[in-house]
């Protein structure tokens, strides 16, 4: 039983990953933005955070680190597209290249470094239950923010005005700039938000999840977070069920290897790839289903006053 509670928790730690990414890409594709720069953002959170951490100590001011970071890749991401109306996806991919070569540039000095010993979070009492307490409540707090933030998404985009507002304009620009709604500004706001939280998935990825820094080591998981917002048509809820489920798929290959199953190890590292692929194919397999589900401008540019 133990195993199957270590197995639980692994995927909730490694689904944190996908969840705060996948919710930062949420917050850009519901004002009609594309932003497939994911991987170069997190990458360069990563490093960043990292960094911060070897020379303060302070896991804190880490993620704040990565959250810059992420913040200011994703406003020059956004004032290009949104404001010079460059082309979404090359620019996007413009920027996974960027931080790609950009973070294996400066991480280069940080291969061997370490990041202090951290202390072991438990929610008492319920940390102590037999297979539960291990499962669910020994996780660092940033795991039960994000479920928190899931939440607090639900609730802005579906029961405020700045919610609904959001929302319409990624439906229709033209129709919220004629309302008098600053358009650009609001999509630039939407972004650099999804910047922010991209940089704290990276920023978690190498402080907590890994505690070390690895050339390359986000290893598409910004691609699967994009996807993961397709898998959960637009829905916080349901991008949270998505992450964890492709965290449990990430950390299978593990325990598989653990409990001696006589599989080649490619092919379980494989695993979380090949489920993107298999649930973005069955997705597709019904168009009307993601088109009334996905925002209308997504990906369209927007010129006021066209």
């Known amino acids: 039983m133990d195993t199957y509670a270590l197995l639980v928790a ?96 400066v991480g280069t000095s940080y291969v061997q470094a370490t990041v202090p010993d951290r202390d072991q979070f438990a929610i008492p009492f319920l940390s102590e239950i037999p297979l539960f307490g291990n499962a669910f409540f020994k996780h660092h707090p940033l795991v039960y923010i994000t479920i928190f933030l899931a939440l607090v998404l639900i609730w802005f985009f579906y029961h405020t005005r700045s919610g609904l507002v959001l929302r319409s304009i990624g439906e229709s620009p033209e129709s919220a700039h004629a309302l008098g709604y600053k358009v650009r500004l609001i999509r630039l706001m939407a972004v650099v938000a999804g910047g922010v939280l991209c940089g704290l998935a990276g920023a978690y990825l190498s402080i907590i999840y890994n505690s070390l820094w690895v050339e390359g080591m986000v290893a598409g998981k910004g691609w699967i977070a994009l996807a993961l917002t397709t898998f959960a048509t637009w829905r916080p809820a349901r991008i949270l069920l998505g992450a964890y489920l492709f965290g449990g798929v990430t950390m299978l290959q593990f325990h598989l290897q653990g409990i001696g199953v006589d599989i080649p190890s490619q092919l379980l590292i494989m695993l979380p790839y090949v489920a993107t692929i298999v649930v973005l194919v069955l997705i597709s397999r019904n168009p009307m289903w993601i088109k009334v589900n996905m925002p209308a401008s997504l990906g369209k540019p927007f010129y006021p006053g066209s």
């Open 10 to 105: 692994s995927a909730l730690t490694s689904g944190t990953v996908l969840a705060l990414a996948a919710l930062g890409l949420l917050i850009n594709e519901k004002v009609g933005i594309v932003n497939l720069g994911a991987e170069g953002m997190m990458l360069c959170s990563a490093i960043a955070g990292f960094a911060t951490v070897v020379h303060t100590g302070s896991t804190v001011l880490g993620f704040i680190s990565g959250m810059v970071v992420g913040a200011v890749l994703a406003a020059i991401f956004g004032f290009l597209v949104i404001w010079l109306n460059t082309n979404q996806f090359a620019t996007g991919l413009a920027l996974t290249l960027f931080g790609t070569g950009f973070s294996a540039f």
